[in-house]
């Protein structure tokens, strides 16, 4: 089970940084990934890292601004955003899975895991 925690509603150029705990099992085994959507769209990955550590990738509209990480003692991994714009507003969701990185976040229908989306809203 995946927990995600963290969302609100920020100002452009603000910063928010979200959570997810899982239980159950150990996130560390997986490919994590942070994916977002809004209303009408795809829902699109956003910033995803292989097992252990391994490769993170992030979509070109957010590199520089969001830095994924993961905590193995807590179980939980974060997606730390800045700079955030009002195109950044979606529901964020964090999901789990055993495809690896290649080249991009796996497609969302082969994460095996997800955790309910939190609301990021990015207004003046």
């Known amino acids: 089970q995946l927990q995600a925690s963290g969302g609100g509603e920020v100002q452009p150029g603000g910063s928010l940084r979200l959570s997810c705990a899982a239980s159950?099992?150990?996130?560390?085994?997986?490919?994590i990934g942070w994916f977002r959507q809004v209303p009408g769209k795809e829902r699109e990955g956003v910033s995803c890292?292989?097992?252990?550590?391994?490769?993170?990738y992030y979509i070109d509209s957010v590199k520089g601004r969001f830095t994924s990480s993961r905590d193995n003692a807590k179980n939980t991994v974060y997606l730390q955003m800045t700079s955030l714009k009002p195109e950044d507003t979606a529901v964020y969701y964090c999901?789990?899975?055993?495809?690896?990185?290649?080249?991009?976040?796996?497609?969302?229908?082969?994460?095996?895991?997800w955790g309910a989306g939190t609301l990021v809203t990015v207004s003046s």
């Open positions: 999901a789990a899975g055993w495809k690896r990185v290649v080249g991009g976040c796996p497609r969302p229908g082969v994460m095996d895991y």
């Open positions: 159950g099992f150990t996130l560390n085994a997986y490919t």
């Open positions: 890292t292989n097992s252990r550590g391994g490769t993170t």
